[in-house]
Nanobody
Framework: QVQLVESGGGLVQPGGSLRLSCAAS????????IGWFRQAPGKEREGVSC????????YYADSVKGRFTISRDNAEKTAYLQMNSLKPEDTALYYC??????????????????????????WGQGTQVTVSS
């Protein structure tokens, strides 16, 4: 059974840090693109970051560049999102998602960076991040 489980969310003060984890089971993480998304109350879900399967290239939304770092440990079957210098506007439910990329999706990733959410095949249940003093 393919499954992604996020963890690591919580309440943090502005300027603080959190590391989110995305644990994979039921599939080989190595061959999959992993993306992180977030959805704030009343807003649409947005892409935050993703990491390729071929060469671990990383991509970020402009709003998090320089503050967030995505990584993966294929041996541990886990992807991570290190979030530093957190701001109140980072408050959201954070999801990870995975896809075994087709050639077209790999090209899309290289050309445009973040893969749209409709390109992903499976999703975790989300972990809440709240940034507040």
């Amino acid at each position: 059974q393919v499954q992604l489980v996020e963890s690591g969310g919580g309440l943090v003060q502005p300027g603080g840090s959190l590391r989110l984890s995305c644990a994979a089971s039921g599939f080989t993480l190595d061959y999959h693109v992993i993306g992180w998304f977030r959805q704030a109350p009343g807003k649409e879900r947005e892409g935050v970051s993703c990491i390729s399967s071929s060469d671990n290239s990383t991509y970020y939304a402009d709003s998090v560049k320089g503050r967030f770092t995505i990584s993966r440990d294929n041996a541990e079957k886990t992807a991570y999102l290190q979030m530093n210098s957190l701001k109140p506007e980072d408050t959201a439910l954070y999801y990870c998602a995975g896809v075994y990329p087709t050639a077209a999706q790999s090209l899309l990733l290289r050309r445009h960076g973040l893969l749209p959410e409709n390109e992903y095949d499976f999703w975790g249940q989300g972990t809440q991040v709240t940034v507040s003093s």
